[in-house]
């Protein structure tokens, strides 16, 4: 959560400079999707294993939407270069955390499936 938090503190300070064509489109909706991401890992922090994995995998899902939204403002140099690389590697890092956890909830589940059901 610390990651995506700092993210998004960095991201709000690019939008609040970004042209005003772009503020109020892809700025609102790359905000958005910023909380919606905070929202599903705060959401899978509280809930047992068993549960977490569908609210991971949708803040992965939003995590990739937002990749693309950020290229967007990147491609039509509403964000310069240094801020599209700041900002993608923050991105990239809680992305890759995101992954992780994914993995290690989705092998939990196969060991737990495994233990009700051994081969015999």
Do not use: C
């Amino acid at each position: 959560m610390q990651n995506v938090k700092e993210a998004y503190l960095l991201w709000y300070g690019y939008y609040q400079i970004l042209p005003k064509t772009h503020r109020h489109s892809l700025g609102v909706r790359t905000d958005s999707l910023f909380m919606e991401i905070m929202e599903a890992v705060a959401i899978a922090g509280f809930l047992s294993r068993e549960e977490k994995q569908p609210w991971v995998r949708l803040a992965i899902r939003k995590t990739d939407t937002l990749k693309v939204l950020l290229m967007v403002l990147w491609e039509t140099k509403s964000l310069d270069d240094k801020k599209y690389i700041t900002l993608s590697l923050k991105i990239e890092e809680f992305g890759r955390m995101l992954g992780g956890w994914n993995g290690q909830i989705a092998k939990y589940l196969e060991e737990k499936k495994n233990k009700q059901n051994p081969v015999r």
